[in-house]
C-alpha cells in the first residue's frame, strides 16, 4: 500500500519534492511521474518475520530528508481514506509504533567494509605478484645455473625472505579479518535481537491477555442508572479468586470533575479495604479506564461516578450472572428510590471510605505567571482533615520557599494554608503527600492520595529563569503526562502534547498506537526517572529547548521495560510532550 501510485503522489506533493529535486538535480522539467518513480526506488518497504508490522525505509543522501520522507509516507498511509476504509472493511487496526530518525551513519555507501574488501584485495593480489615473481626467479636461477655450474643459487636468503614476508602479512591479515568481524558480527546480533524483539511484541500483543489460572472473562450487566445523561461501558471484566480487572470507556457530560471507581457493595456494612487502583479522577469528556480490585467480597460489583461530595450520580452495575440478576431487581439503585435514607446512608458510606484528595490549590498548579513577594498558599481538600498533620515535601532541592510563620486549617477543616515569600523568576514545587510522607490525613487517619503543586513566579527586569529548575519542570510535567496514560485516557494525552506533534501524530492515530501497544501492558506497578538530557536540536524537529528523558518502568503485564519522553518548550512558556517510545 505504501508504494501506491496514490501514497506517493500525496507525500510527494505534500513534501514539495518536485521544487526540491529539480532544484536538487538541476532541471526544471520533472514531471509527476518522474517523482512518483523517484520516490519509490528510493523507498523499501519490508515485513518483519511472523508479525503484523513493517519498516518503511528511505533512502538519500541527506538523512533527515530521509526520515522526514518515511514518516510522511507513514502518515500519509494513515490518513488516505481509501486505506482507511480498506482496513475496516478488513477488520485490522493500523497504528505508527516508532517515527523514524536519522540514521548516525550512512547505510550506503559502507566505507568500512568497502576498505576491507580494498585492503584485502591488495595483499591477495601482492601475494600473487610475489609468488609469480619468486617463481620466475627460481626458473630464472635454474637457467643460469644450467649455463653456468659455478653459480649457486642462495637458498637461504631465498627462504629467509619467505618467512619474513610471511611473518609480516600473516598478522596483518589476522587484523583485517579481526575488523571485518568486528563489524559484521554486531550487526548480525543487533539484527537478530531486533528481529526477535519485533516478533516478542507481537506476540505480547496478539496473545490473550487473561493467562491467569482459574480466570473467567464472561460478565453480564445488571442495572444501570444515568439520569444526567452520563455513560459507562465495561469492554472486558477479567476475574479470578483474588483479583478483578475492569476495563472499559466514560463519557462525563454533567460535571466539570468527577471521581470514576469500582466498588462492590455488600449486603451487610463491612469495611473492605479501597486502593488506588480502584479509581482514578476523570474530567468532562471521554476516556478509557483499568481498575484492579485485590479485595474481592460477596456483593454487587459496578463502576460509578462521584461528585467531589455526595452520592454516585451515574452506575453501571455488572458480574456474573446471578449478580447481574439481583442487581437487576434491586430498587435501590435507580432513580425511583434515590431520596430514600437507606441509600443516601449508602452513598455516604461509600464515599466516607474513599481517602482525601486535592480539589482546589492557589496558586493553580502549572501557572507561570504567579506574582513574587509574601502571599499565601492555599490547600483545598475533598473531606475534613486531622488538624495539626501535613506533609509539604520539597518535589526536588531547593523547590520550595521560606515559610512564613506554621501551616495551618482554615475554619472549614478542608483547606491547608501557608504563608511563603516567593522570589522573581523562580520554579517552586510541593509534592502534598509522597511515597514517603502521607502527613496529610482526614480525620479517619486515612492518608490524602499524593498531589504534585507546581508553579512559576514572574520574572522582573534583569533576571532569568533557572535552567536546572527548568529541566525539573519538563521531568515533573512529563511524570504527569505519563499518569494520564496509565489512566487511559489517550486524548486527554494527545491534547497535552505541543503543537508539532500534534501537526505530525493526528489523534486516532496516538488513540489507537496506544490501544495497541500501552493498554496491553497493564496497569502502572513503578516508574522511575533513569536519565534526563537537555537538547536544543533533535532530527526532524524544529530548533528549541527539549528534554529527552528515560524512565525506568514496571508494569502489570510487563516487569521492566524503558519509556523514552521528549518533553519541548511552547511558547507559551509550558513544558509540552514532543514524543514517547516504549521498549
Given at each position: 500500500m505504501?508504494?501506491s501510485?496514490?501514497?506517493?503522489d ?9 521544487h ?12 509527476d511521474?518522474?517523482v512518483?518513480?523517484?520516490l ?7 515485513r518483519?518475520?511472523n508479525?503484523?508490522?513493517?519498516n518503511?525505509?528511505?533512502?538519500s543522501?541527506?538523512?533527515s ?32 509504533t ?6 548516525l ?6 566505507v ?6 580494498g ?13 609469480i615473481?619468486?617463481?620466475v ?7 643460469r ?6 653459480e649457486?643459487p ?13 611473518l ?6 589476522i587484523?583485517?579479518?579481526g ?9 548480525f ?9 519485533n516478533?516478542?511484541?507481537?506476540a505480547?500483543i ?6 491467569a ?13 444515568f439520569?444526567?445523561g452520563?455513560?459507562?461501558?465495561i469492554?472486558?471484566?477479567e ?11 466514560y ?15 455488600t ?10 487502583t ?17 479485595h ?5 460489583p ?8 455526595g452520592e ?5 452495575y455488572?458480574?456474573t ?5 439481583d442487581?437487576s431487581r434491586?430498587?435501590w ?9 437507606e441509600?443516601?446512608?449508602?452513598a455516604d458510606?461509600v464515599?466516607?471510605?474513599q ?5 482546589e490549590?492557589f496558586p493553580?498548579?502549572g ?11 492555599r ?11 501535613w506533609?509539604?515535601?520539597s ?6 520557599p521560606d ?12 483547606t491547608c ?14 509534592w502534598?503527600?509522597?511515597e ?18 507546581i508553579?512559576?513566579?514572574k520574572s ?5 529563569t ?25 486524548a486527554?494525552?494527545?491534547n497535552?502534547?505541543s ?5 505530525v501524530v493526528?489523534?486516532?492515530?496516538w488513540?489507537n498506537?496506544m ?5 496491553p501492558?497493564?496497569?502502572l506497578?513503578a516508574?522511575k526517572?533513569?536519565s534526563?538530557?537537555?537538547?536544543t536540536e533533535?532530527p526532524?524537529?524544529p530548533?528549541?529547548?527539549?528534554v ?12 521492566s521495560?524503558?519509556?523514552t519522553?521528549t ?12 514524543g514517547?517510545?516504549?521498549?
Amino acid at each position: 500500500m505504501a508504494q501506491s501510485p496514490e501514497i506517493l503522489d500525496r507525500a510527494a506533493q505534500e513534501l514539495d519534492l518536485k521544487h526540491k529535486w529539480a532544484k536538487k538535480y538541476g532541471t526544471a522539467g520533472l514531471s509527476d511521474a518522474n517523482v512518483r518513480a523517484l520516490l519509490n526506488n528510493s523507498l523499501f518497504v519490508n515485513r518483519v518475520p511472523n508479525t503484523s508490522i513493517y519498516n518503511i525505509s528511505v533512502y538519500s543522501d541527506d538523512a533527515s530528508d530521509a526520515a522526514a520522507t518515511a514518516n510522511k509516507i507513514a502518515n500519509v498511509c494513515m490518513a488516505f481514506t481509501p486505506f482507511t476504509g480498506q482496513m475496516k472493511e478488513d477488520n485490522f487496526t493500523a497504528a505508527i509504533t516508532q517515527l523514524a530518525t536519522p540514521a548516525l551513519h550512512p547505510a550506503r555507501p559502507n566505507v568500512p567494509l568497502n576498505l576491507c574488501l580494498g585492503a584485502i584485495a591488495g595483499i591477495i593480489l601482492g601475494l600473487v605478484a610475489g609468488v609469480i615473481t619468486l617463481v620466475v626467479s627460481i626458473i630464472c636461477r635454474r637457467v643460469r645455473a644450467a649455463d653456468n655450474r659455478q653459480e649457486k643459487p642462495d637458498r637461504f636468503w631465498r627462504w629467509f625472505a619467505v618467512a619474513v614476508f610471511a611473518l609480516i602479512s600473516i598478522p596483518f591479515l589476522i587484523a583485517i579479518f579481526g575488523l571485518l568481524a568486528s563489524i559484521a558480527i554486531p550487526a548480525f546480533v543487533n539484527a537478530r535481537a531486533q528481529a526477535q524483539s519485533n516478533a516478542r511484541q507481537a506476540a505480547e500483543i496478539l496473545a490473550p491477555q487473561n493467562t491467569a489460572s482459574g480466570a473467567t472473562t464472561n460478565f453480564y450487566i445488571g442495572q444501570t442508572n444515568f439520569p444526567l445523561g452520563d455513560s459507562i461501558e465495561i469492554t472486558s471484566v477479567e476475574r479470578s479468586e483474588n483479583q478483578m480487572t475492569v476495563k472499559g470507556h466514560y463519557h462525563l457530560v454533567s460535571h466539570d470533575r468527577a471521581l470514576l471507581a469500582l466498588y462492590i457493595t455488600t449486603p451487610n456494612v463491612i469495611r473492605v479495604p479501597t486502593d488506588a487502583t480502584q479509581q482514578m479522577q476523570i474530567a468532562k469528556g471521554w476516556g478509557d479506564f483499568e481498575f484492579i480490585d485485590f479485595h474481592l467480597v460477596p456483593g454487587w460489583p459496578h463502576v460509578s461516578m462521584y461528585p467531589t461530595n455526595g452520592e454516585p450520580f451515574a452506575s453501571l452495575y455488572f458480574g456474573t450472572k446471578a449478580e447481574a440478576l439481583d442487581e437487576s431487581r434491586a430498587n435501590w439503585i435507580t432513580n425511583t428510590s434515590r431520596a430514600s435514607a437507606e441509600t443516601s446512608a449508602d452513598a455516604d458510606e461509600v464515599l466516607a471510605e474513599q481517602p482525601p484528595v486535592v480539589v482546589e490549590t492557589f496558586p493553580v498548579s502549572g501557572a507561570h505567571d504567579v506574582e513574587p513577594g509574601e502571599t499565601e498558599i492555599r490547600v483545598r481538600f475533598s473531606k475534613e482533615m486531622a488538624d495539626g498533620s501535613w506533609s509539604w515535601s520539597s518535589a526536588w532541592e531547593n523547590s520550595t520557599p521560606d515559610f512564613i510563620g506554621q501551616p495551618h486549617y482554615e475554619t472549614d477543616g478542608r483547606t491547608c494554608a501557608v504563608k511563603v515569600k516567593l522570589e522573581p523568576g523562580r520554579t517552586y514545587a510541593w509534592w502534598l503527600n509522597s511515597e514517603k510522607f502521607l502527613n496529610f490525613r482526614d480525620s479517619e487517619n486515612r492518608p490524602a492520595i499524593p498531589y504534585l503543586l507546581i508553579f512559576q513566579t514572574k520574572s522582573w527586569v534583569g533576571t532569568t529563569t533557572n535552567i536546572t529548575s527548568a529541566e525539573k519542570v519538563a521531568e515533573l510535567s512529563a511524570q504527569r503526562w505519563l499518569m494520564s496514560i496509565d489512566g487511559g485516557n489517550y486524548a486527554e494525552s494527545w491534547n497535552e502534547t505541543s503543537s508539532f506533534f500534534r501537526s505530525v501524530v493526528t489523534e486516532p492515530s496516538w488513540a489507537n498506537s496506544m490501544n495497541t501497544f500501552r493498554q496491553p501492558l497493564g496497569g502502572l506497578v513503578a516508574r522511575k526517572i533513569k536519565s534526563a538530557q537537555p537538547m536544543t536540536e533533535l532530527p526532524g524537529a524544529p530548533d528549541g529547548q527539549y528534554v529527552v528523558m528515560q524512565f525506568e518502568t514496571s508494569f502489570a503485564n510487563k516487569k521492566s521495560a524503558i519509556e523514552t519522553v521528549t518533553f519541548m518548550l511552547e511558547k507559551d512558556g509550558q513544558w509540552k510532550s514532543a514524543g514517547y517510545f516504549i521498549k
